[in-house]
């Protein structure tokens, strides 16, 4: 069976790979005129595609058919978290929840914060690799880090959690997702702390916006892996 080779370009009709996508294509993969690749703009749609011209410069290429695809969840799914003090592990939250497939991240920084500051290009490098490698047609879109106070008191659409260990007895958020009243086109929205959590004052003005606190389950989990299960539950609920 031939290989399906996919090259992410936000501007398919421009005729042209991006420049990192060029090197891939021509200097790794070695491909020339007449060979045939597989585009994705990020946005729900592939093209099949046919090179005409490739240098160490440029890839060019024709559009043959456009593939629309249909998205595999309903509603907009949201992951708003607290970065981990060790990037390797938010840069591998990123990657897995991207192969799950979601909508929105957004970084907090949260009163209890370890990290406090985010290289927003290296996780859209990570953002771009998982939808690719796991051929994806919508990009997950990436927020600036934004103070938790202020996320908190912006208007979000649908449903709004806060996921957080500050009391016993709390709903698990797979219960209410999997709801029969559930709207199932809803949009989702989950808050996940950073290693310190969320802070009681950071809890109780999300209750005050209207974020519903609920429990992952029994176990204590690493904020990453945390991120990863809300996203999980998310997207079975909507899909």
């Not at 009243?181 to 702390?193: K, S, Y």
């Amino acid at each position: 069976m031939k290989e399906v080779r996919f090259f992410y370009t936000p501007e398919p009709l421009t005729g042209i790979l991006p420049d990192e996508e060029t090197q891939h294509a021509v200097r790794v993969l070695r491909l020339n005129r007449g060979d045939e690749i597989f585009l994705m703009d990020g946005c729900g749609s592939f093209y099949r595609a046919e090179i005409t011209d490739a240098s160490r410069k440029h890839c060019l290429y024709r559009i043959l058919e456009t593939m629309p695809q249909q998205r595999a969840w309903k509603g907009k799914l949201h992951l708003a978290m607290g970065p981990t003090k060790n990037m390797d592990r938010t840069e591998w939250f990123a990657e897995k929840a991207t192969e799950i497939g979601f909508d929105h991240l957004t970084f907090l920084n949260c009163q209890w914060s370890e990290r406090r500051t985010i290289k927003n290009e290296r996780i859209e490098k990570i953002l771009v690799s998982a939808m690719k490698q796991s051929h994806k047609a919508w990009l997950p879109e990436l927020s600036e880090m934004t103070d938790c106070k202020t996320f908190i008191e912006t208007p979000h659409t649908g449903r709004k959690f806060i996921c957080h260990c500050h009391e016993e007895g709390l709903p698990l958020l797979k219960d209410l997702l999997f709801s029969t009243t559930d709207n199932l086109d809803e949009d989702i929205l989950v808050m996940i702390g950073p290693e310190g959590d969320f802070s009681q004052e950071e809890v109780e003005a999300a209750e005050k916006a209207g974020f519903v606190s609920v429990s992952l389950g029994k176990s204590r989990l690493r904020t990453e892996t945390a991120a990863l299960v809300a996203v999980h539950l998310m997207h079975l609920a909507r899909e």
